[in-house]
């Protein structure tokens, strides 16, 4: 293809970024500075923030510029004293500056024009005032229950807390998070079942540079897609000589630095891992002394009255091993670290393996590591080679260099929602991982500094039953609050739980729209828009939705959030946004949220995923140019919109978050007095500043100096903290044993609770699941019929609309059909007579549902396979720049879910391919 590189001038570039900097600079105590020099004509000085667009969360430079007492972003750049990302970042972060100065951005509150209808994006701008009398005036008659809150990431991984908070305070048991159904929780949940974690990927950390093998699988979106932090990091490792090995359907960045690329079959990774873990465990390429020590490896399991594996409790729930010196049957502690301690304080050695014919009480009993080996033995080499296209020697070879090697990883992988076995694949990632002791260990996993924190704080909790459960829970014990109190009736005092439970217990088991475990995702929502749950003999109705930095219209299967939208019973749709996103024009009422980069935040975080235990904040770099509103400040104001008083949020912040209400409150008036914008989050800001720097012994203006010159305040280095903290070596893991659990509780409690026996989506081992992506059909695939993945593209992130902003755009439009058209083989192109930009139409041959695209030809991707990058295709003519370019993923993808999270199988279908 030719090269056109767009042309562009000062003057144009000037006029297409220009945007008046007005907006009274926010107030801040004398201890708390102003952002850069206050005095005319200044030299360029640094701000220092966080990153907004993945969760990767990298430490920002921001360069400034002021001349006559205006102040202006000239670049951002990576803060060279962050050990998480250092000087570097992605193409995203460097064009986070034209979030702020984008003509596109929402400026004031809007509401929609009377008498048009929603995604016409038809407003009016507003005042405040009448922004939050509208909402008032059309939430009188909507009930507390039939409100739903949709929490987006951009925002909500730092704000969670908040978020809770303040469905709580409005009573509110209705809360989404975004891209829960796609990504964190639905893949997450499978590793996070063996290890305990849940945190926004900074639970297992990938220690590239002391690694000496790197396996990929479904993975590119760590390396490639792209996590500054770990590029770098994974950069590091290859230059240190590290070997790679990636398994994908098409030669994906990641796969581009590769020394083996290997094009599997997709929806089989399921099949290689099961035979790759079979391998290690038939030749013992694992670290029996970490399996005996610290894992549930050696836990005696048996078959119960369902012919399925159970754990052998005592009265106490106490799990039972046999000791190598007697050879007795020994109970164990129900929670420890580690399994050299009978409840009973003597000391144990676990067997690992079962001796020949073993019996306990007239019953035979197993070890889980001989359960599971039983279970592996279909799972051959041989087997996997004939679905994979993976040859069962280079099955082989992968798990023995793997297993021989001194320090290897397997990537965990994100963008988790593909096919209905996402989770187990992620399972038995973490189990090939755990069973080599590489866990929490220079050059494997490492946990988060933060998280590691987080942890060390609940554990240090764990007794105390007034502890604030949102400062005091991390991983999945976190997950299973949040999840216990929305489908607990008792939550709220009005006695009604969650739409998604509701739905949940009122679904048949065997329809595919029931999820066992619907954690913060949109399952159940439909039927409750529509009238079809029913609580205390009423119909359940959701009658109005707030969406806070969330995009579901380009995040979920298209039609499904349009039509949610426009339903009759939605009564009232607020959202709260920078950039017109497609989801902005269903709205009834837009709140314009303040930009990253014109904000103070309301606390001090850990440093994103970073080894390193760091802390940041974000500082505002240039004053607000327009009257927008930080996320927290608006949630006071809505509590009081919806409640008729503040009073409940305070509260609710003091009791799930512990940050006392009486201070806050006299602190948040006290800066509303004199003038400040934003007063609750810089009250917030200004606590959270006092409590940090009284545990770090020194004071908050010590504090404040150091973050404003440095970025980051380091407080513990990696290996200080793997030395005396280390999971589960020192310090238990956040699972409900805190061990590795190779069989797992989690599973084990929803396959009792819900009777599912022979389901495999809730096996306590690991056991194959198949991706079906042609039900029913064995015939082989026509000439124009194809699997279909998709990807993330280094330049636009998850649903988001920075593919509004004109670098990206650009660099999409240079990079032409790369980027945002369809992938085909050359090959199969040729039979279908198609050449380079070609518009075809992608039809999904399970839904019908169908997408105009045009052709990239390429050799870089399986035959039998086409794939699309996501992020492209907005839909909001709003979005000048990017409207339409490429296509939206979402009008392909079904909305077919797996039954234990209700995750999306997005890609388990074929497509058939025709000219446009």
């Not at 088991?509 to 913060?520: G, I, L, M, Q, R």
């Not at 205390?536 to 959701?542: F, Q």
């Not at 609750?680 to 203006?701: S, V, W, Y």
Request: charged share 20%.
């Amino acid at each position: 293809m030719a090269w056109q590189f767009p042309k562009m001038t000062r003057r144009t570039f000037l006029k297409s970024t220009s945007v008046s900097a007005v907006g009274a600079t926010l107030y801040h105590p004398d201890w708390i500075r102003l952002a850069g020099p206050t005095h005319p004509d200044a030299a360029d000085h640094f701000a220092h923030s966080i990153c907004n667009y993945c969760s990767s969360f990298c430490s920002l430079r921001i360069t400034v510029a002021e001349k006559k007492g205006k102040q202006r972003i000239m670049k951002l750049g990576g803060n060279p004293n962050s050990t998480l990302n250092g000087d570097k970042i992605c193409a995203r972060g460097q064009s986070g500056l034209r979030q702020v100065y984008s003509a596109n951005r929402i400026k004031t509150p809007l509401i929609r024009v009377a008498g048009s209808k929603r995604g016409e994006m038809k407003f009016r701008s507003a005042t405040w005032e009448e922004a939050w009398d509208y909402i008032a005036q059309k939430s009188k008659n909507i009930k507390p229950w039939e409100w739903t809150v949709y929490g987006g990431w951009s925002t909500c991984s730092f704000y969670v807390p908040h978020t809770i908070a303040f469905t709580s305070a409005i009573q509110c048991p209705n809360l989404i998070t975004s891209p829960t159904q796609n990504c964190v929780f639905d893949g997450h949940l499978g590793t996070n079942s063996m290890i305990g974690n849940f945190v926004v990927h900074g639970e297992n950390i990938e220690d590239y540079e002391n690694s000496d093998y790197i396996l990929s699988i479904i993975g590119n979106a760590c390396i490639g897609g792209v996590s500054t932090c770990r590029a770098v990091r994974f950069s590091a490792g290859k230059e240190k000589g590290a070997k790679v090995v990636v398994l994908d359907p098409r030669a994906s960045e990641t796969a581009a630095k590769a020394d083996e690329w290997y094009a599997i079959k997709p929806g089989t990774d399921l099949d290689f891992t099961l035979a790759m873990l079979r391998e290690m465990m038939d030749n013992g390429w694992y670290d029996e002394d970490f399996l005996i020590r610290h894992s549930n490896m050696p836990f005696l399991v048996r078959k119960n009255q369902h012919n399925a594996w159970a754990l052998y409790l005592s009265d106490k729930k106490e799990p039972a091993v046999i000791d190598a010196h007697s050879g007795q049957v020994v109970f164990l502690p129900a929670f420890s670290n580690h399994n050299l301690q009978s409840s009973a304080g003597a000391s144990v050695t676990p067997l690992l393996h079962t001796p020949k014919g073993f019996q306990h009480d007239g019953e035979a009993m197993l070890t889980v590591f001989d359960a599971q080996h039983q279970e592996l033995q279909p799972y051959t080499p041989e087997w996997a080679a004939a679905n994979t296209g993976i040859s069962a020697d280079d099955i082989r070879k992968i798990a023995r260099e793997f297993s021989t090697a001194k320090s290897p990883i397997v990537i965990p992988g994100w963008s988790g929602a593909r096919y209905g076995n996402i989770q187990m694949l992620r399972r038995v990632q973490a189990m090939i991982q755990t069973l080599k002791g590489r866990l929490d260990v220079p050059g494997g996993w490492i946990f988060g500094g933060d998280y590691r924190e987080q942890v060390r704080n609940m554990w240090a909790q764990k007794d105390n039953p007034k502890a604030p459960p949102l400062a005091s829970l991390a991983g999945m014990p976190f997950v299973y609050w949040s999840a216990n109190a929305a489908a607990n009736p008792g939550t709220h005092d009005h006695g009604y739980p969650a739409w998604a439970a509701v739905h949940r217990d009122q679904t048949p088991k065997d329809s595919p729209d029931w999820a066992a475990f619907p954690f913060t995702t949109e399952v159940g929502l439909d039927s409750a828009i529509k009238g079809k749950l029913t609580w205390k003999g009423a119909p359940y109705l959701c009658k109005a939705i707030l969406l806070n930095g969330t995009n579901p219209m380009r995040d979920a299967p298209e039609g499904f959030w349009q039509e949610a939208f426009t339903h009759p019973n939605m009564e009232l749709v607020v959202v709260m946004d920078v950039m017109p996103a497609d989801t902005v024009a269903y709205a009834d009422v837009v709140l314009p949220e303040l930009t990253y980069l014109e904000r103070d935040e309301p606390a001090i975080y850990g440093n994103g995923v970073n080894p390193d235990n760091m802390l940041i904040t974000r500082y505002q770099a240039i004053p607000p140019a327009y009257d927008n509103v930080i996320l927290t400040d608006a949630f006071l104001k809505l509590t009081e919109v919806l409640t008729g008083s503040s009073e409940p949020y305070y509260q609710s912040v003091q009791d799930l978050m512990g940050i006392p209400a009486a201070p806050l409150k006299a602190l948040t008036e006290e800066k509303r007095a004199k003038g400040i914008q934003n007063p609750f989050t810089m009250a917030l800001r200004q606590m959270d500043f006092e409590a940090k720097a009284k545990g770090l012994g020194i004071t908050p203006q010590k504090l404040d100096a150091d973050l404003r010159k440095n970025g980051v305040y380091p407080v513990a280095k990696a290996d200080e903290l793997i030395a005396n903290y280390g999971m589960p070596r020192k310090m238990a893991l956040p699972t409900p044993s805190g061990r590795a659990e190779f069989y797992s509780n989690l599973y084990g409690q929803l396959r009792e609770q819900f009777g599912l026996w022979d389901n495999p989506y809730f096996s306590v081992l690991a056991t194959h699941i198949p991706a079906d992506c042609r039900p029913g059909s064995k015939a082989p695939m026509a000439d124009d019929e194809f699997y279909f993945t998709f990807g993330m593209v280094p330049v636009v992130s998850h649903c988001s609309p920075n593919n509004d902003f004109q670098p990206l755009v650009s660099i999409s439009k240079f990079r032409g059909e790369i980027y945002t058209g369809l992938w085909v083989h050359s090959l199969r192109a040729g039979k279908l007579g198609l050449k380079e930009g070609d518009k075809v139409w992608v039809t999904n041959q399970l839904t019908q549902q169908k997408a105009e695209a045009s052709v990239h030809v390429t050799r870089l991707v399986r035959e039998d396979t086409v794939f699309l990058y996501s992020g492209y295709g907005d839909q909001n003519p709003a979005l000048t720049h990017g409207y339409r370019m490429g296509t939206a993923l979402n009008k392909i993808t079904p909305d077919f879910i797996e039954p234990v999270s209700g995750g999306f199988r997005s890609q388990e279908f074929t497509v058939r391919l025709e000219r446009a």
